[in-house]
């Protein structure tokens, strides 16, 4: 067993070094098909988002009792847990809905819920 076990590390080490791999040709990269341009906001860093608030799922009394939707523009999208001010009134982000923005529109929907703890 002994000399098996030394044969085979005397193997391994007499193998050639790989050689590196050739760099890939212009003509690949050029086949891929081209994404669409991101629109100007999105360059900028501007992100446009719809912003919903359901009325129906506070419990707190001092909440708004409509629902409310509307859009608004951040340097970053907001993430869950932030708060937002809007009209007066703080809300809290429950949840965020991503959208891989092929065009002009906006990057993302967003659930808040009413934010009472001021």
């Not at 009209?87 to 929907?109: H, K, S, T």
Request: aromatic share 14%; charged share 25%; proline share 8%.
């Amino acid at each position: 067993m002994e000399d098996d076990f030394e044969k085979d590390s005397s193997e391994l080490a007499e193998k050639p070094k790989r050689k590196p791999r050739a760099k890939r040709s212009k003509k690949s990269s050029s086949s891929l098909p081209a994404l669409p341009p991101a629109s100007s906001s999105a360059v900028a860093g501007i992100y446009k988002v719809q912003i919903f608030y359901l009325a129906a799922r506070s419990t707190n009394p001092k909440a708004p009792v409509k629902d409310a939707l509307w859009f608004a523009t951040y340097p970053i999208i907001p993430r869950v847990g932030d708060c937002l001010f809007h009209d007066g009134v703080y809300y809290q982000v429950e949840r965020v809905f991503l959208y891989e923005n092929m065009g002009p529109g906006w990057y993302a929907d967003i659930e808040v819920s009413y934010y009472g703890r001021r």
